[in-house]
């Protein structure tokens, strides 16, 4: 599952590579939009909401039609951005340089190939691509929580917004609550995880006896900040790879504070709640309330392997 921080990481890089110019290649690798032709159309700009990333290109030559591109990544997409080196011959050479299979691309959008600074973007293993008109592009996040990466970031409005979302359901485990994106948008399973640990609570702990809900989402928005304009996600300060996350992906290792060891656990699955990987050291991370025999079990090896990464 990807986390805020790559989505808006991947739309500032394909916004950094298209705004401004005009597609000689635009192809959607999906059978319901195979058809869409944006060649010769303007990209303006690429942007995240919390976990979704848009593409915004301009109308075609009649002055009509402007497509918002939808992409989210789910479990294995990646956006690849590269600069094309082009040489005599008129072939495109994008498929020969590709360091992933190519049948996994789906979607490819290059600039003119005789432009020096010619670019392409591709996006392998998309777990959606859509082709969406501006007014369905706000109604696809319409649900969403605040974004954690909103640049226009107010904790008047969205810090306020963001507890009053979790606040909701007080009965509901913090984990889950964290990860849904209708109460704030951003957060994945690593920073669940993270942000948890760093504020000493169970995930399992109801929203609430959770403690400050405030400071959760505060902290969140930081690490999330952060690591937007860094290579490697980090959330313990050292940034040596191996050392840069606390509980995430440690299970049966020594915690980094208190060398308990670490343990983990599946939370959710219930009808409006993802199933998904969760991390606690049992002494930094006491449980405050008694249990309210919540769905959380020791994990699955195999299940628990799906989100390592
Ligand atoms: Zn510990």
């Known amino acids: 599952m990807p986390e805020g921080d790559s989505v808006h990481h991947a739309a500032r890089r394909i916004h950094a590579a298209l705004a401004g110019r005009r597609l000689a290649r635009a192809e959607l690798r999906v059978p319901r939009f195979a058809a869409v032709d944006l060649r010769g159309r303007t990209v303006e700009r690429a942007y995240a909401r919390g976990k979704h990333l848009f593409v915004v290109v301009g109308p075609d030559a009649a002055g009509r039609d402007p497509v918002t591109l939808h992409v989210h990544l789910k479990m294995e997409g990646r956006i690849h951005v590269h600069r094309l080196h082009v040489h005599n011959s008129g072939e495109p050479r994008a498929g ?108 399992r702990e109801p929203v609430a006896s959770a403690g400050d809900l405030r400071a959760h989402v505060d902290l969140a928005r930081r690490l999330l900040a952060t690591n937007v304009v860094r290579p490697d996600r980090v959330t313990t300060g050292d940034t040596r790879r191996g050392h840069r996350l606390w509980v995430y992906g440690r299970d049966g290792r020594p915690c980094r504070r208190c060398g308990t060891l670490v343990e983990t656990f599946r939370l959710g699955g219930g009808e409006d709640s993802l199933d998904r990987v969760a991390f606690r050291c049992p002494s930094c991370q006491p449980r405050r309330a008694p249990s309210e025999g919540g769905r959380a079990t020791l994990g699955d090896p195999d299940q628990r392997d799906h989100d390592h990464r």
Do not use: K, M, S
């Not at 007014?135 to 319409?142: G, L, R, S, T």
């Not at 969403?144 to 107010?154: K, Q, T, V």
């Not at 409005?157 to 009053?164: I, W």
């Not at 984990?175 to 948008?185: C, P, Y």
């Open 96 to 203: 020969r340089r590709w360091r992933f299979p190519a049948h996994t691309a789906r979607l490819v959008l290059a600039t003119g190939d005789d432009d020096e600074a010619a670019v392409e973007v591709v996006g392998t293993e998309l777990g959606l691509l859509r082709a969406l008109t501006p007014a369905e592009a706000a109604e696809a996040v319409a649900h969403l929580g605040p974004d954690l990466l909103d640049p226009d970031w107010d904790p008047a409005r969205h810090l306020e917004e963001a507890v009053r979302r979790l606040a909701a359901r007080p009965d509901r485990t913090i984990g889950e609550a964290l990860l849904d994106q209708r109460n704030v948008a951003g957060i994945g399973t690593i920073y669940r995880a993270e942000v948890c640990f760093l504020r000493g609570v169970d995930p």
